[in-house]
């Protein structure tokens, strides 16, 4: 089992431009979740899924488009990059929303 | 809504010294209570958790117990090494909510 996988690892980008960070899980997991990570933060999430073709916005939303279409895959889609989404992002899975979640690597993003 | 409260670190200690995190909640309803470790350039990882009151939940020398009527879930450890050096987070789940609740995490620096 690989658990859930992201990519890139690391990604800079200039402000307006566009971009998809990848993740896949192969535990079969229905749950799904975006977190970013910021210093005196701790994780806040993005957006979630409960199964494929269903998706729903977490506490920081705005600025982030997912899809779900597949149970492996939950791809994040940052539509036109700012400063201000310049963070550690963290995806994770689970069986269901209240079981331990399984988190990926990270992706960190700076957006200049 | 549901919330979580950690002390601010960092904490410094030496090698071998007792160690102890605190975490109170607010939930409304029956929370399941976790804590999670995240080692420098990695994603979270589940130490341990507790499902109902009185619980405790142990790993890796780690113990915290749930204790329902005065809502902690403190993390103690009674001979920290310099591998355990990390961020730790407090975190509960509620049924019916979309997620977990993170606390903003506590960064724990041990010294040999």
């Known amino acids: 089992n690989a658990g859930v996988t992201q990519t890139p690892k690391f990604q800079v980008l200039k402000t307006g431009q566009s971009m998809t960070l990848q993740c896949a899980q192969d535990m079969n997991h229905e749950y799904m979740s975006w977190y970013r990570q910021d210093p005196g933060m701790g994780l806040r999430l993005i957006h979630y899924?409960?199964?494929?073709?269903?998706?729903d916005q977490g506490e920081v939303p705005n600025g982030y488009n997912v899809s779900r279409s597949t149970t492996e895959d939950f791809p994040l889609r940052l539509l036109s990059a700012a400063p201000s989404q310049t963070s550690v992002y963290f995806c994770a899975s689970s069986y269901s929303r209240d079981n331990e979640q399984f988190f990926g690597p990270g992706t960190r993003l700076t957006v200049l | 809504g549901n919330s979580v409260t950690q002390m601010e670190g960092p904490v410094t200690l030496s090698e071998e010294a007792f160690l102890t995190i605190n975490c109170t909640y607010t939930a409304t309803g029956y929370p399941s209570l976790f804590w999670y470790v995240q080692y420098p350039g990695e994603g979270l990882q589940l130490l341990l958790k507790a499902t109902k009151a009185d619980d405790k939940g142990s790993n890796k020398g780690f113990e915290a117990t749930y204790r329902k009527e005065t809502t902690s879930f403190h993390l103690e450890k009674g001979s920290v090494q310099v591998s355990d050096s990390a961020v730790y987070f407090c975190a509960l789940s509620v049924i019916g909510y979309s997620t977990l609740t993170f606390g903003k995490g506590t960064m724990l620096l041990v010294s040999p």
């Open positions: 899924s409960v199964g494929a073709g269903i998706t």
